[in-house]
């Protein structure tokens, strides 16, 4: 098997994306039995294997369309589902049951937006390119974004999950927009 075929759905690039949504669903797994420190490390490995995916499709020209789907399938593990629910378990952990299922609620929209817009991305990209400009904020600074209100939840400056749900909601928002994002 010739890990630098670009025919090969194993090729190394490939590779390196599912080690990225490996590290997603075992965040998640960590997530649920309460372990948030475990699952920040793992998402932090999710995303330096995300940059890595793509310079190493770059640089060995294995960039496909299956590559192009494969790495939308991990961001939205690893950068909408994995933040989702880790900034949703955290404000919720004390809360009532109707408190939870709004905050629930606006989780559920994150995730379909952050949906919406990989999908929107993967119509409008072309294998091998890389636009100069985002539309939108993309989904790793989302999940960036989430992580941050992960923090100021932590440490009690934002002490309203409420608070963290409105915002939550704005990031969402901007996942859609018509905001420019320089591409790094």
Do not use: C
């Not at 330096?48 to 399938?73: C, P």
């Not at 909408?80 to 952990?93: G, H, K, N, W």
């Amino acid at each position: 098997m010739n890990l630098f075929d670009k025919n090969n759905r194993f090729n190394i690039a490939n590779l390196i994306t599912f080690g990225n949504i490996a590290a997603g669903l075992i965040a998640i797994h960590f997530i649920v039995h309460g372990d948030f420190f475990t699952a920040i490390v793992l998402a932090w490995i999710a995303g330096a294997l995300d940059i890595a995916d793509g310079k190493v499709a770059r640089k060995y020209h294995l960039s496909t369309e299956f590559g192009i789907q494969v790495d939308s399938y991990a961001d939205f593990i690893s950068f909408v589902v994995m933040p989702s629910f880790l900034l949703y378990y955290a404000i919720t952990q004390e809360s009532g049951q109707i408190e939870a299922l709004l905050l629930g609620l606006v989780f559920i929209g994150y995730i379909i937006s952050g949906l919406r817009r990989l999908i929107e991305f993967n119509i409008k990209v072309e294998v091998g390119e890389a636009a100069k400009y985002f539309t939108g904020v993309p989904t790793p600074l989302g999940a960036i974004l989430l992580w941050i209100l992960y923090l100021l939840f932590s440490y009690d400056i934002i002490g309203s999950s409420y608070v963290i749900g409105l915002l939550t909601m704005g990031i969402a928002w901007s996942l859609n927009s018509q905001l420019k994002i320089p591409h790094p």
